[in-house]
């Protein structure tokens, strides 16, 4: 079966950076784009970013850009976000998804799910 599996989640001052992995397995990984999205207590789920098949489009959610960064790993089956200048308002519980179309934003758009990773940014 899929599954996507989350990793690099944690506690960081405010302005440091972390990188978040998301490892794929039980699918064609170049044949889906991937997404990173988010959930704070009390919020809606968020998009973050995607990232098309090859990696050559990606798509950012205004409060990250030029701050986080997604990539992929077309070999290992592994999507990344480098969260750089992280906010107090970044802490969330982040997910990966999988959508065998192209990149979109609503959550309920993609096939897939990881079980998601914890980000703490402190002030």
């Known amino acids: 079966q899929v599954q996507l599996v989350e990793s690099g989640g944690g506690l960081v001052q405010a302005g440091g950076s972390l990188r978040l992995s998301c490892a794929a397995s039980?699918?064609?990984?170049?044949?889906?784009?991937m997404g990173w999205f988010r959930q704070a207590p009390g919020k809606e789920r968020e998009f973050v970013a995607g990232?098309?098949?090859?990696?050559?489009?990606?798509h950012y959610a205004a409060s990250v850009s030029g701050r986080f960064t997604i990539s992929r790993d077309n070999v290992r089956n592994t999507v990344y976000l480098q969260m750089n200048s992280l906010k107090p308002e970044d802490t969330a519980v982040y997910y990966c998804?999988?959508?065998?179309?192209?990149?979109?934003?609503?959550?309920?758009?993609?096939?897939?799910w990881g079980q998601g990773t914890q980000v703490t940014v402190s002030s």
């Open positions: 039980g699918l064609t990984f170049g044949s889906y784009t």
């Open positions: 990232i098309s098949y090859s990696g050559g489009r990606t």
């Open positions: 998804a999988a959508r065998s179309r192209d990149i979109n934003i609503p959550s309920r758009l993609y096939d897939y």
